[in-house]
């Protein structure tokens, strides 16, 4: 499997993300844990496709926010170049 690591602006996101929302770090493993399993689930942005943007959707209703990253897929390491954090656009999660 292959490594993960942010810059350091993504550490400093996080990091602020984390004193505006309880479950940052749940979203922030989510969308990790998702990259490095399918790291072709974002979008390209790139011919080749070696930067992807992906945007993973979250609730307010659990305090849960949405992130956006744009990431570098290289041959043993994807890399987090810029993360966003913002309040979910959704209320609940599920499909209920």
């Known amino acids: 499997m292959k490594g993960i690591r942010e810059e350091d602006r993504v550490r400093l996101a996080r990091d602020l993300a984390e004193t505006k929302w309880t479950r ?15 790291e072709t689930c974002g979008f390209p942005m790139n011919e ?7 945007v993973w959707d979250g609730a307010r209703s659990i305090d849960l926010p949405s992130v956006e990253v744009i990431y570098e897929i290289q041959l043993d390491l ?5 993360v966003d954090f913002r309040d979910a656009t959704y209320g609940q999660a599920g499909r209920a």
């Open 78 to 82: 994807i890399i987090i170049h810029e």
């Open 24 to 38: 940052a770090n749940d979203a922030w493993e989510s969308i990790t844990w998702t990259i490095l399993r399918d």
């Open 48 to 54: 080749i496709g070696t930067v992807r943007g992906y």
